[in-house]
């Protein structure tokens, strides 16, 4: 798989946003050309150029004063807030291709995912290994901590001193039931989206990595 270079504002050459292939861009600066009644002429340049792709033989334009591109719209596709922004661009550009270039957005997909991985200090040479080093690190401890945090706040409010201060009654509700959607979420939703896409791999590939996935016995805290 070729390194992807993101499209940028006057960038000789990138991953071509309409086709997804890696080409050489031409830019040029639109100019607004009007003519009136009295024979008057005005020449504009507007603040939006186009970068003409030598593979595919579109254009997409750009704004100029905030260099972000204006066309091909990015679809309106929720990107994760807590993703840091260098995994939300390469998702932005994934999308913006997606359409048109299903194999160079996978491909982008699949970079987010090591980056990913990178963030939450995966060990490992490839992403298989990174992959599983990060079994069960994070995702099983946030559910079960979400959980406890239901036990501990409801415990607090209504029976136990020293309350926990979490604002009024009516705020404490709906932390809750913040909790129970986020709980509910990875504990059933995503399970059952993972595994209904897992039954379709072959079993050799399924068991392959099952053989390598610990099953550690409860902890303790934590
Ligand atoms: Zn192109």
Not at 90 to 97: E, S
Not at 192 to 215: C, Q, T, Y
Request: proline share 6%; with cysteine.
């Amino acid at each position: 798989m070729g390194k992807i270079i993101l499209p940028e504002f006057q960038k000789s050459s990138f991953n071509c946003p309409i086709c997804g292939v890696f080409s050489v861009q031409y830019w040029r600066q639109l100019t607004e050309y009007l003519e009136f009644q009295s024979g008057e002429k005005s020449v504009t340049q507007m603040p939006i150029w186009s970068s003409h792709c030598s593979h595919c033989n579109q254009r997409s334009f750009w704004e100029e004063e905030g260099k972000i591109i204006i066309f091909p719209f990015v679809k309106k596709q929720q990107i994760n807030p807590d993703l840091n922004e260098k995994i939300k661009d390469t998702l932005k550009q994934a999308i913006l291709i997606l359409e048109d270039s299903p194999p160079a957005a996978a491909a982008m997909l699949r970079l987010s995912l090591e980056m990913i991985c990178d963030e939450l200090n995966a060990e490992g040479g490839n992403l298989f290994e990174k992959i599983c080093s990060i079994y069960e690190k994070e995702h099983i401890k946030v559910s079960t901590r979400a959980m406890h945090l239901v036990r501990i706040i409801v415990g607090n409010s209504i029976h136990f001193p020293p309350k926990i201060d979490l604002g009024d009654s009516e705020e404490i509700a709906k932390t809750l039931l913040g909790l129970i959607d986020i709980i509910a979420e990875r504990v059933l939703t995503e399970p059952k989206k993972i595994n209904d896409l897992w039954a379709k791999i072959p079993e050799s590939k399924r068991l392959e990595i099952e053989k390598n996935e610990p099953h550690s016995e409860p902890k303790g805290e934590n």
